[in-house]
């Protein structure tokens, strides 16, 4: 395998220390770590959406912009003296060899499932904590945050034996939410809802799948679905407000319908012809 080039990584790195040095960029050397930290959660959602349409073009110009984010708080905490792009660098060089001895060292692995525990053992040892969730982001949106602590505690063993148990654990969490929702204690039955969101969670987590994922593929198809229930509406010249919620049930339904495939019919040649 070729050797990676660096020489645009070092154009990079200058072309950021330029525009936040004298006489460059007015709005470049306003920003503060805070000032842009959004844009690191907005960048790395249009990498996932180009990554998604499968357009490589797009992923790779949306790859440069998230790196970007990484370059531009390199260089301002380069500036405060507390550390540069080579330092980050060299920082997750170091943790990948660190927490993969069974390639860089002697330590065995052959599973993915030993990697993952082995993985966290080494991080939980380097932190110096006494938890394995502790250090999961409280920012984080809490259909992600419930995976990623259903997903750290199954690595050292807390998880159901068998998928039977996660959906006897959703259907108990139904019944429980049904019941505070009969009894009219409001506090009760938002407790036993998150309860039932976190069992669903759990459910597509032990099938390798990700919530975050599926929820957001619902809702693109519940969007699409609606989309043409206005376009039906307004094509009729009426509004949604005009609508009963019979008429709008018969349009969902028609809108859920797939299209039928088109046959193209070719004519048969003769032999010979």
């Not at 949306?62 to 003296?81: I, K, N, P, R, Y």
């Not at 204690?185 to 809802?193: G, I, K, L």
């Not at 957001?216 to 376009?231: A, L, M, P």
Request: with cysteine; glycine share 6%.
């Amino acid at each position: 395998m070729k050797p990676t080039s660096t020489k645009n990584i070092s154009r990079l790195l200058s072309i950021m220390a330029r525009l936040r040095g004298p006489g460059g960029c007015p709005w470049d050397r306003e920003q503060t770590h805070q000032s842009i930290r959004h844009n690191l959660v907005e960048e790395t959602y249009e990498v996932l959406d180009a990554l998604d349409g499968g357009k490589m073009d797009e992923f790779q110009d949306e790859l440069g912009d998230l790196l970007l984010q990484v370059v531009f708080h390199s260089q301002m905490a380069s500036e405060a003296g507390e550390f540069d792009f080579d330092a980050v660098a060299r920082g997750i060089a170091d943790k990948l060899v660190r927490r993969h001895p069974h390639v860089f060292g002697k330590q065995k692995a052959d599973t993915s499932e030993a990697v993952l525990m082995q993985w966290e053992a080494i991080k939980k040892q380097e932190k110096k904590s006494t938890s394995i969730i502790a250090e999961i982001p409280r920012s984080l949106p809490a259909l992600m945050r419930a995976d990623k602590v259903q997903r750290k505690v199954a690595r050292v063993g807390f998880d159901w034996k068998h998928v039977s148990g996660v959906i006897a654990k959703i259907e108990e969490e139904l019944t429980e939410a049904k019941e505070a929702l009969a009894s009219g204690d409001r506090r009760h039955f938002e407790e036993e809802v998150g309860d039932l969101l976190f069992a669903v969670v759990n459910l597509a987590r032990f099938e390798k799948m990700h919530a975050e994922d599926l929820l957001d593929r619902t809702v693109k198809k519940f969007v699409d679905r609606f989309q043409k229930i206005e376009k039906a509406v307004q094509a009729s010249g009426r509004r949604l407000e005009d609508c009963t919620p019979e008429e709008l049930n018969v349009l969902w339904e028609s809108a859920k319908k797939p299209k039928p495939k088109v046959v193209r019919r070719t004519k048969l040649r003769r032999a010979g012809a």
